[in-house]
Protein backbone atom coordinates (compact mmCIF):
# COMPACT_ATOMS: atom_id res chain seq x y z
CA UNK A 1 0.00 0.00 0.00
CA UNK A 2 2.11 3.06 -1.25
CA UNK A 3 1.25 6.32 0.62
CA UNK A 4 2.89 9.90 0.19
CA UNK A 5 2.50 12.65 2.84
CA UNK A 6 3.67 16.15 1.67
CA UNK A 7 4.88 19.07 4.48
CA UNK A 8 6.73 21.87 4.57
CA UNK A 9 4.01 24.44 3.00
CA UNK A 10 3.30 27.66 4.43
CA UNK A 11 3.11 31.59 3.24
CA UNK A 12 6.21 33.62 2.74
CA UNK A 13 7.23 36.63 1.14
CA UNK A 14 8.93 37.15 -2.62
CA UNK A 15 12.03 35.92 -2.43
CA UNK A 16 11.49 33.60 0.15
CA UNK A 17 12.14 29.84 0.16
CA UNK A 18 10.42 27.09 1.79
CA UNK A 19 11.71 22.89 1.57
CA UNK A 20 8.77 20.40 0.46
CA UNK A 21 9.02 17.00 2.02
CA UNK A 22 7.10 14.00 0.05
CA UNK A 23 7.55 11.17 2.50
CA UNK A 24 7.05 8.10 1.06
CA UNK A 25 6.19 4.37 2.24
CA UNK A 26 5.33 0.94 0.35
CA UNK A 27 7.24 1.27 -2.27
CA UNK A 28 10.14 0.47 -3.77
CA UNK A 29 12.01 3.22 -4.62
CA UNK A 30 13.87 2.12 -7.78
CA UNK A 31 10.81 1.10 -9.82
CA UNK A 32 9.26 4.94 -9.63
CA UNK A 33 9.31 8.06 -10.53
CA UNK A 34 8.37 10.83 -8.00
CA UNK A 35 7.18 13.85 -9.43
CA UNK A 36 6.26 17.30 -8.03
CA UNK A 37 2.75 18.63 -9.05
CA UNK A 38 1.50 22.01 -8.13
CA UNK A 39 -2.16 23.36 -9.16
CA UNK A 40 -2.54 27.48 -8.22
CA UNK A 41 -5.93 28.82 -7.75
CA UNK A 42 -8.51 28.37 -10.57
CA UNK A 43 -6.09 26.81 -12.86
CA UNK A 44 -4.77 23.14 -13.77
CA UNK A 45 -2.58 20.96 -12.31
CA UNK A 46 1.00 21.21 -13.63
CA UNK A 47 4.01 19.13 -13.33
CA UNK A 48 7.02 21.19 -11.99
CA UNK A 49 10.12 18.32 -11.25
CA UNK A 50 10.26 14.77 -11.52
CA UNK A 51 12.95 12.44 -9.70
CA UNK A 52 14.22 9.15 -10.46
CA UNK A 53 17.10 7.93 -7.78
CA UNK A 54 18.74 5.52 -10.24
CA UNK A 55 20.36 7.51 -12.79
CA UNK A 56 20.11 10.67 -11.14
CA UNK A 57 17.66 11.62 -13.39
CA UNK A 58 15.96 15.32 -12.28
CA UNK A 59 13.55 17.19 -14.81
CA UNK A 60 12.41 20.75 -13.90
CA UNK A 61 9.82 22.42 -15.52
CA UNK A 62 11.19 26.20 -17.54
CA UNK A 63 9.40 28.01 -14.91
CA UNK A 64 10.94 26.96 -11.44
CA UNK A 65 14.82 25.82 -13.24
CA UNK A 66 17.27 27.75 -11.78
CA UNK A 67 14.74 28.07 -8.66
CA UNK A 68 13.80 24.50 -7.17
CA UNK A 69 15.68 21.49 -6.39
CA UNK A 70 15.50 18.37 -6.23
CA UNK A 71 17.19 15.78 -3.87
CA UNK A 72 16.20 12.31 -1.76
CA UNK A 73 17.29 11.06 0.98
CA UNK A 74 16.67 7.11 0.62
CA UNK A 75 17.13 6.14 4.20
CA UNK A 76 14.29 8.87 4.97
CA UNK A 77 12.41 7.58 1.90
CA UNK A 78 11.77 11.58 1.13
CA UNK A 79 11.78 13.38 -1.56
CA UNK A 80 12.62 16.92 -1.08
CA UNK A 81 12.15 20.05 -3.31
CA UNK A 82 14.03 23.10 -2.45
CA UNK A 83 12.28 26.06 -4.04
CA UNK A 84 14.10 29.34 -3.76
CA UNK A 85 13.36 32.47 -5.05
CA UNK A 86 9.30 32.59 -4.92
CA UNK A 87 7.61 34.30 -6.43
CA UNK A 88 3.73 34.81 -6.57
CA UNK A 89 2.90 32.83 -9.40
CA UNK A 90 4.42 30.08 -7.97
CA UNK A 91 1.13 30.30 -5.29
CA UNK A 92 -0.59 26.47 -4.99
CA UNK A 93 -1.55 23.24 -3.51
CA UNK A 94 1.58 21.31 -4.01
CA UNK A 95 1.41 17.65 -4.40
CA UNK A 96 4.15 14.87 -4.74
CA UNK A 97 3.15 12.00 -6.78
CA UNK A 98 4.63 8.40 -7.82
CA UNK A 99 4.33 6.71 -10.88
CA UNK A 100 5.72 3.04 -11.84
CA UNK A 101 8.96 3.42 -14.07
CA UNK A 102 6.92 1.45 -16.77
CA UNK A 103 4.05 3.68 -17.09
CA UNK A 104 5.83 7.34 -16.96
CA UNK A 105 6.83 9.04 -20.19
CA UNK A 106 8.87 11.05 -19.87
CA UNK A 107 8.79 14.80 -19.38
CA UNK A 108 6.64 17.17 -18.70
CA UNK A 109 4.96 14.41 -15.91
CA UNK A 110 1.20 13.27 -17.59
CA UNK A 111 -0.52 13.09 -13.78
CA UNK A 112 -2.33 10.04 -15.46
CA UNK A 113 0.88 8.32 -15.01
CA UNK A 114 1.52 8.58 -11.61
CA UNK A 115 -0.78 6.15 -9.66
CA UNK A 116 -0.29 7.60 -6.03
CA UNK A 117 -0.86 10.48 -4.52
CA UNK A 118 -0.45 12.75 -1.22
CA UNK A 119 -2.91 14.89 0.07
CA UNK A 120 -1.16 18.52 -0.72
CA UNK A 121 0.10 21.06 0.79
CA UNK A 122 -0.56 24.73 0.52
CA UNK A 123 2.61 27.33 -0.76
CA UNK A 124 1.26 30.94 -0.75
CA UNK A 125 3.64 33.58 -1.82
CA UNK A 126 3.04 37.22 -1.26
Known amino acids: HVQLVESGGGSVQAGGSLRLSCAAS????????VAWFRQPPGKEREGVAV????????RYADSVRGRFTLSQDDAKSTVYLQTNSLKPEDTGMYYC????????????????????WGQGTQVTVS
Open 97 to 116: AAGHTAVVAGFPPNPGDYAY
Open 51 to 58: IHSQGHYT
Open 26 to 33: GYTASTYF
